[in-house]
């Protein structure tokens, strides 16, 4: 209710507006109430990016930034509990320690588990590790940490994920859309993919653009001094990421470029995705 009404301003009319608060981990689904008001007033479409601003401190309760739309950017200082950014319709979840704390953030836990669960869309920028089932159901949003335990990506269907530290195992399990890189300088990675439904490979160039881009955002909104190190040696680094990609999505994506290049039009690719789908 609080941020409802510090944000009056935005909901009525898109004036930009900035809120600065403390938060509890009593505070459950902080920002959800908000995003309502805003998808009722602006739909869809939500509002312009970062009209508002919201940077809370402290430790938040469940769920923080659930179902969050375009247009509303919450940063966290402090840390968070299970279910961080559930249903993510749009909005940016940034979490961080305060910039006084005296641990190495990418050792500490920073947010629960299923983090991102059932999100469709908006990027969630996280320093430090979190729990089990990162991303299950993603179906749509960019997710960045610095670790992640057990059962990562499971049954995700879209969107990006890259994971800036070690990932726990079974890791892909009913993955079957997006797709998810993992930074592996120790080599670990390989043994704790479930590859039932996905398979291991090379980065092309658009996957390296895709994850300088993706390291320097995470670097530019949570200080992050793993991301500083990658980008201070990205040509030796880049080459320790892991892609996973789901196999019947592959073929999907092969399948629509072959059309596009023939100037099939969208009934005929739709056609043609069907025919893979039948194998």
Not at 88 to 113: C, K, M
Not at 144 to 151: N, R, Y
Request: proline share 3%; glycine share 12%.
């Amino acid at each position: 209710q609080q941020l409802i009404e510090a944000a009056r301003p935005a909901i009525q009319d898109g004036h930009p507006i900035t809120i600065d608060l403390p938060i509890r981990n009593i505070n459950r689904t902080t920002g959800t109430l908000l995003g309502h008001e805003v998808t009722k007033q602006w739909k869809g479409a939500g509002l312009p990016d970062r009209t508002i601003d919201i940077t809370l401190t402290g430790s938040a309760g469940q769920s923080f930034g659930a179902f969050v739309p375009s247009g509303i950017q919450m940063r966290l200082i402090g840390d968070a509990n299970d279910y961080l950014g559930k249903g993510l319709s749009g909005g940016r979840l940034i979490v961080h320690p305060h910039p006084d704390a005296d641990f190495a953030a990418e050792d500490q836990i920073i947010a629960g588990n299923v983090i991102a669960y059932g999100a469709t869309g908006g990027e969630i920028y996280l320093r430090g590790i979190v729990g089990e089932r990162f991303c299950v159901r993603n179906s749509g949003a960019q997710v960045v940490s610095e670790g992640i335990g057990d059962h990562g990506c499971e049954y995700m269907t879209g969107g990006r994920v890259v994971v800036l530290g070690e990932a726990g195992r079974n890791f892909g399990a009913g993955m079957s859309g997006g797709i998810a890189y993992v930074y592996d300088p120790n080599a670990t990675f390989a043994e704790r993919v479930n590859y039932d439904m996905v398979a291991l490979e090379e980065l092309d160039d658009d996957d390296r653009k895709f994850l300088r881009d993706v390291v320097s955002r995470h670097h530019e909104y949570t200080g992050s001094t793993v991301a500083q190190k990658i980008l201070a040696s990205w040509a030796v680094d880049v080459s320790h990421f892991r892609k996973v990609m789901p196999t019947d999505y592959k073929r999907v994506l092969t399948v629509i470029a072959a059309s596009e290049a023939a100037g099939l039009d969208e009934e005929a690719t739709v056609e043609k995705i069907m025919e893979a789908a039948r194998g």
